[in-house]
């Protein structure tokens, strides 16, 4: 059965790149350069932002495509702004995939019955008006929250198995007070080993060609250690892995989230990347003018940091076939 993971470990193959980019446009550190005609022409206004935070987005996309399998939208940065941003976001979806680019919709949602239902549909399904069923996000994947049980995860396991999408349930997230709830134990288990059991019966079914299934867990590359013994609960689950860079995490931190095989993992980058130009080492020999320019390179560097460090470890699959 093919399955969201079988495209998304093609693409990885063709691009040979683990490397996840999160398209989280913080207003304020878009560069001028993109804002100003946008500004001049509808003033300041969401209908302004909305198209600058677009593109800004299409800008990046087009300097990253040839070096990642898939990009992230942070919905949190779209919402903010009303209908203009969730358009912003919809348009941004679509043009990473006419890019050849798959797409995780970062909403982190969840909820029970007819609402998961709604959710599950709308970011990854179809809605249905009259005779119309093109209506939804049409995301490849989504993160959501696995806190509410089986009930709230079922409507999304459906629609990953109807429509080859997938999910990447939260389980040891990469924030600092993670640990309040995540490290609790009951009956001699972590929550977040309760939710990683969870999450690999959910996905038993949904099994992809590659051996992975469609339902993956989010594990923060700040939590190596954690990742090892995730690893070992979640052998047929896919991580999504954020905290490279910007939030601490390097790519020796990364390396417990992959299998022997070499696959198993993607590892978001943001910042790092979409606002390269104002961060260390590039700021003092690129100005902001130059942002896709340096979104290249940086996403460059990261692919190779992280394939070399896998290699190191005997993980890398492109040179395992010799």
């Known amino acids: 059965m093919k399955n969201f993971i079988d495209k ?3 693409a990885i193959d063709e691009k040979q790149s683990f490397v996840c980019v999160g398209l989280d446009p913080r207003l304020e550190q878009i560069p001028t350069e993109v804002k100003e ?13 909305g198209k600058i935070l677009l593109k800004f987005n299409k800008g990046i996309i087009d300097a990253v495509e040839n070096y990642v399998p898939v990009v992230k939208p942070q919905i949190a940065f779209y919402e903010q702004y009303g209908f203009e941003g969730i358009k912003a976001y919809e348009e941004t979806i679509k043009y990473a995939q006419q890019k050849g680019l798959l797409v995780i919709g970062d909403a982190k949602r969840n909820d029970i019955g007819s609402t998961a239902k709604a959710y599950a549909a709308g970011h990854l399904g179809e809605v249905s008006f009259a005779e119309e069923s093109d209506l939804g996000f049409k995301a490849d994947a989504l993160t959501v929250n ?6 709230g995860i079922k409507p999304f396991v459906d629609v ?3 429509y080859q999408k997938g999910i990447f349930v939260l389980v040891r997230t990469s924030n600092p007070s993670a640990g309040e709830l995540q490290d609790l134990e009951v009956e001699g288990k972590k929550i977040y080993e309760v ?27 700040t939590y190596p250690q954690e990742a090892e013994r995730l690893r070992e609960l979640m ?45 260390q080492p590039w700021q003092e020999e690129y100005t902001s003018a130059q942002y896709q320019q340096v979104a290249e390179a940086a996403v460059q560097a990261m692919r190779e940091d992280i394939n070399s460090t896998l290699a190191k ?3 890398l699959p492109w040179k395992s076939r010799g």
């Open 146 to 151: 696995g806190y509410l049980g089986s009930d």
């Open 37 to 49: 005609e946008i500004i001049a022409k509808y003033g300041q206004s969401k209908e302004a932002v």
């Open 195 to 221: 939710m990683a059991e969870l999450v690999n019966q959910w996905g038993a079914e949904s099994i992809g060609d590659c051996g992975y299934s469609a339902i993956g867990a989010v594990v923060g590359a």
């Open 235 to 279: 052998p047929a689950s896919y991580f999504l892995v954020p905290g490279y860079g910007a939030q601490g995490g390097g790519a020796e931190d990364v390396v417990p989230a992959f299998n022997e095989d070499g696959y198993g993992a993607i590892v978001n980058s943001a910042r790092g990347i979409i606002f390269a130009y104002n961060r």
């Open 8 to 10: 998304l470990q093609t």
């Open 160 to 162: 990953c198995d109807r």
């Open 313 to 315: 470890y005997d993980k």
